[in-house]
């Protein structure tokens, strides 16, 4: 991107911005103080994922926010970059928790159906199927029971499935938008 089209791209419009938004955020789990953020940049200049990225930002995060940058926040595929290693809330003297943040708008973003990562989509679809994460083959059985180790525990996959309806993480699996990889 050219520094003039980064420029424009940069330009807040009016009808961009949803002015409810940060006092909506402001009720939610873990981003209850996203209003006292003061742009200092220590998150940012401690997040080791922003250490390696153009686009990563945690203080613009806080700041898109307030401003009411919904949309803009929702669909950028930079949201996902974090690590949640909680360093950004260790260090931030206004203790505002960047990473309670990200996760919110994160899950905000799988209950409006935008974009998100596909592995998110795969690991959902294997918890539901086999309840595990992680497809588990009948190797892996065999190379645990040779090791000794007791058998794994059973899922309810009953269980499961209400669990991600109550939660609503079946959007997960309900044709989102996909990507598989984000630009660092
Ligand atoms: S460290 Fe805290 S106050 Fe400073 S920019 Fe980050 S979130 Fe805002
Ligand atoms: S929790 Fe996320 S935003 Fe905070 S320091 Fe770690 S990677 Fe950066």
New binding site residues.
Partial sequence: MSEVQEKVSNVIKAKEVDPKFKYKMSKMHGAEKVM?????????ADCPIARFSEFYR??RI?RMVQFGLKDRLLSDKALWLCSNCFT?VD????N?E?AGIVRVLRNLTVKENKVIPLVYTVLASNLLKGGYVYEIREMHHKKRAGLGLPPLPKPNLEDIEKIFQITGSSNLLKGVETFEKVES
């Fill in positions: 006292l953020c003061f742009q200092c940049g220590t998150c940012t945690p203080r806080a950004c260090h931030c003297p206004q505002v960047i």
